[in-house]
Structure formats: C-alpha cells, structure tokens
C-alpha cells in the first residue's frame, strides 16, 4: 500500500495535457516526460495514471474494421444487436467468454481476465470513425516497460496505472478502473490491523490501483484532452500487477 | 457535472482529521467545521466525502447484538455459514433482498437499492465489539441534510458525498463507492458531445459521485482515523442523490 507519514498527506491530483495525438511506435515515456515537464512535476515519488487509449496507439493496438472479415456468429449477434458485424467480430476475437448479453451490449471476459463491455475494443477518440482502438495485449507488461523507460535504469519510485472506463453491475455510470499497473502492490491488505477500536479488521483490503484510477478519472474525463494524470502524496509501495487482483473463479460469486 | 475551468485544474484532496468519536445526536456539521478550520479549508466551491461510519453514528444507528432475537432463517444461514446468527438477523433485515450468497458472504440489496456485503451492517470501527452500525435510513436525505447545515442557509457551492467500502464482482479489494450525495448531479452526462475526433460519444457517462467517493478513499484507509476528506479543484454542478443512478431492474444484466 502506499505509504504515508505519520501526519496524513494532502493528495494532488495534476493533469498532464499538451500531449498529441500518439501514433503506433510513438515513445511514450518522451512524451509523457515532457508533459510532466510542462506541469512542473518530476514523475517520481509518486503514481502516473495513463490512459488505455494512448498506450494502445503507442502499441499499435488498432485495426481497420475494413480489414474485418466477420464470423457467423459476429454476423448472427450484430443482426440481433442492430451492431457493425465487424466490431463484433473484434469484441469476440478479444474475449476469452461472453459473461452477460443483453439490451444490445456485450459484457466480456478479455484474454486478460478483465470484464468489460465490448472486451474494451473501443471506436471513440480513435484516429477514424472505421478504426477500432484494442486494449494491450499484456496490460500489466506495457504498465512495467512505461515505467522502466521512464525510470531509464534509475532506481526510481513511480507507480504507473493503465486505467480504463468501465461500467458496472447495479449502477448507471462509468468509472476508471486499473487494467494494468507497475511498481506498486495493486491491493494495499489491512486485514489483522486493528480498527479504531482495538477489533482486527477482517476484509480490508482496499483496491488501491481502482482507488488511484478513479481519482484520475475525474480529470480525466473523455473530452478534456488529459490522457494521463499525476498523483503525488503518497508513495508507492510493493509491487505486482492488476492481474493479481483479478477473483480467482472458484470465489467469485459473479460468474 | 463538476465544472472545469479552460485551464484544467490540479485536484487537492485534503483529509480532515482530529474528529472524535462521534456520538449519537452529535453535530456533525459543527464537527466537519471544525476540522476543516484546523485544516486551513473553508467548505466552499467544493466536494465533502463523509465516511458512512459517523454519519451512521451522529444519526445513533447502531444496535447492540445483545438486544437481537434472530429469527430461524437467521439461525440457518448462521449455522450454514459459522457466522453470528444476531449479525444475520440484522443484515437480513436491512435487506430487501439476498442478490448472491456463498463462500460465507451475503450479498444484499439494501432497502435503499444499494448492493453490497451483508447490507452494509458492519460491526468494524464501532464503539464496542458487539455494536453494529447500520446504513443511515435515506442516505441522500442524511448527504442533503449535512450539506444543508454546513451552508447554513445562505447560497453555497459545495457538494457532499457519503462513501462507503464495498467490495465488487470479479476483481479482489475493496473500492469506496457513494451511497448517498447532495449538491452534485451524480453522473456527469456526456452523451452527444464530440469525442477528439469529432465523432460523437456514445455512453460516456461518468459515475461523478462515485470517482469521487474513490478518491477520498486513497486516503481514508480504515486504520487512519481519516472519516472525511475535502475535494478542491472542481466545482460541484447540478443537483441530484445516488439513489437516481442505482440502475434500473429492468436493465440490469446481473439481477
């Protein structure tokens, strides 16, 4: 978990904008660089939240839905679904299961463990209205080699989150959620510390990645032009990705 | 949704410490006031994040398991699940309804619509190992009616949030999510407006109340006597509770 003082820290919260449009191969450690640089901020002691969509673009993850070639299945569920066949067919090439579908929507389960709607493969603030942005392939990977190029072989303390918008069982809205990380424990686990009251608490065991993306999320919201944010206050602690904190299937009551 | 200037703001989040142990009937206003001062904060232009906790408390909603006489279907699933069968009696009836069970957890949708672990009945952070506390009866009215002490009847901008800790399907640790606010529309709708490529938005919109109640709960890890945070950086916009964005049945994937 991140660490504080004994007296609580302030958290801020900085956007980081200026940043172009990325194009595949583009370095993105330079760019982010720069944009820490503009906001006066150097990107240690602290976590830089980066959106799904320019790391994607960096990673080349885009397709033309004009090169799709859609399955019968696709064909079926977008006839079904009023959808462009060819979108689906990329949704279900990136699911591992579809978890629930229903009101036009495909809730999946991505190769990566995450669930989300549309297996995340995404057309909005895309370089065109015929080309599909993808998640990463490995999230928490690309989440480890960002941090690695801007640490440039230092030994630096810098968490870095891939966050994406998801929805939610229960609740209308979207809010970000960590889809990959680095350099910090994905789950800060308080459990057998005491409460307030002396009692050990039993299931603390806060999401801190999901807490720390939804932070950022409230900069950056879809059209504000903030792809990344910078979280100082707390230190980063531990390690790990976001996979670890994927349910195991066996416990969870939701599959 | 909370306005942003032209400039993109760097978000503050200030935790307000040094409350005590908050009775029933206790001015929690007076007590918020209070730490905001020591905190150099005036709350205004602004979002409150209260923990559910002594918002349940100042509103005297603890039971004494002592005083309980479970009935048989509490003594079931106590029985079923080594649990106690007084904390099943309470949680069964804060419930309206069982939405999972398994693994020894109760999921539960709460009278108020709200789904969470064992409806909300916590028995952590209480004054005494056999006291639990229970969700406020109407959080949105408790959110209006902080809010409505703390403006003291002339105009403000300020928002207030009510968090609590849940946990959520397929992803481990727990996330703060709203259960009650005032003084904040709780999503910001930005459907039909153009993403960076000009093509138009399609569901993006934002669970404001609840990316809030996440941030502030960075901070307000369970350990830290931390029961409240202020939010600077964002004006609080519109009006509305979290009860508008629980999601209607007939939409919902996961009922």
């Known amino acids: 978990m991140p660490a504080r003082s004994s007296e609580p820290n302030t958290l801020r919260i900085i956007p980081l904008t200026g ?7 583009a ?3 330079a760019l982010l660089r720069a944009a820490a640089e503009r906001a006066s901020v150097s990107l240690a002691d602290g976590v830089l939240v980066v959106c799904q969509k320019i790391v994607s673009k960096a990673e080349g993850r885009m397709v033309d839905l004009a090169s799709i ?5 696709a064909q079926r569920i977008a006839r079904e679904d009023e959808r462009d066949p060819r979108h689906v067919e990329l949704v279900l090439s990136e699911s591992a299961r579809i978890v629930r579908r229903g009101h036009g929507v495909l809730i999946c389960e991505t190769h990566h463990g995450l669930v989300c709607a549309n297996a995340g493969v995404d057309l909005s603030n895309s370089p065109g209205p015929e080309i599909a942005i993808l998640l990463p ?8 080699a960002l941090r690695d190029a801007l640490c440039q072989g230092e030994e630096c303390r810098l968490g870095v989150v891939i966050s994406d918008t998801f929805g939610r069982p229960w609740r209308e809205g979207l809010v970000d959620y960590a889809i990959g990380s680095a350099g910090l424990a994905p789950i800060a686990d308080l459990r057998g510390r005491p409460d307030l009251s002396g009692r050990e608490l039993q299931v603390t065991a806060t999401a801190t990645v999901d807490q720390l993306a939804a932070a950022a999320g409230i900069l950056m919201v879809k059209d504000a032009a903030i792809p990344a944010v910078w979280i100082e206050g707390l230190l980063p602690e531990g390690e790990g990705g976001v996979r670890e904190m994927l349910r195991d299937p066996a416990t969870d009551l939701f599959r």
Do not use: M, N, R, Y
Request: hydrophobic share 30%; aromatic share 0%; net charge negative.
């Open 19 to 25: 940043i172009p449009e990325v194009e595949p191969g």
């Open 27 to 29: 370095d993105l450690a």
């Open 69 to 73: 070639e859609p399955s019968e299945e």
């Open 137 to 144: 392939k490995d999230c928490d990977a690309s989440a480890a």
